[in-house]
Nanobody, 127 residues
Framework: QVQLVESGGGLVQTGDSLRLSCAAS????????MAWFRRRPEQDREFVAS????????NYKQSVKGRFFIDRDNAKNAMELQMTRLTPEDTAEYYC????????????????????WGQGTQVSVSS
């Protein structure tokens, strides 16, 4: 099974950019479909973006399209989320998640669709 560790969170101002990283270990990273979720204050965990094992299929939450970019480097066992034009509504704990994908085409917007999770990294955007 894979272990995941997020990093890169912090306190930024509206309009700033931030890059989150997810480091994977314990299994062959390319076997996993990956995703980012977030939990905003007093809300349920929500889907942000996903990427398939090869990186040629990406999906985004509507409100982050054009501002966020998900990418992965299987050789480095790493995934990242590049976030631009941040707003206070992006303030949340961000989590990376993984699903062992035998099809190569796995995609889910549901937290239950992922078996492995990191501990999260906090992103706070001030107005």
């Amino acid at each position: 099974q894979v272990q995941l560790v997020e990093s890169g969170g912090g306190l930024v101002q509206t309009g700033d950019s931030l890059r989150l990283s997810c480091a994977a270990s314990g299994d062959r990273f390319s076997r996993y479909a990956m995703a980012w979720f977030r939990r905003r204050p007093e809300q349920d965990r929500e889907f942000v973006a996903s990427i398939n094992w090869s990186g040629n299929d990406r999906n985004y939450k509507q409100s982050v399209k054009g501002r966020f970019f998900i990418d992965r480097d299987n050789a480095k066992n790493a995934m990242e989320l590049q976030m631009t034009r941040l707003t206070p509504e992006d303030t949340a704990e961000y989590y990376c998640a993984a699903h062992l994908d035998s099809s190569g085409a796995y995609y889910s917007k549901q937290p239950g669709g992922y078996n492995y999770w990191g501990q999260g990294t906090q992103v706070s955007v001030s107005s």
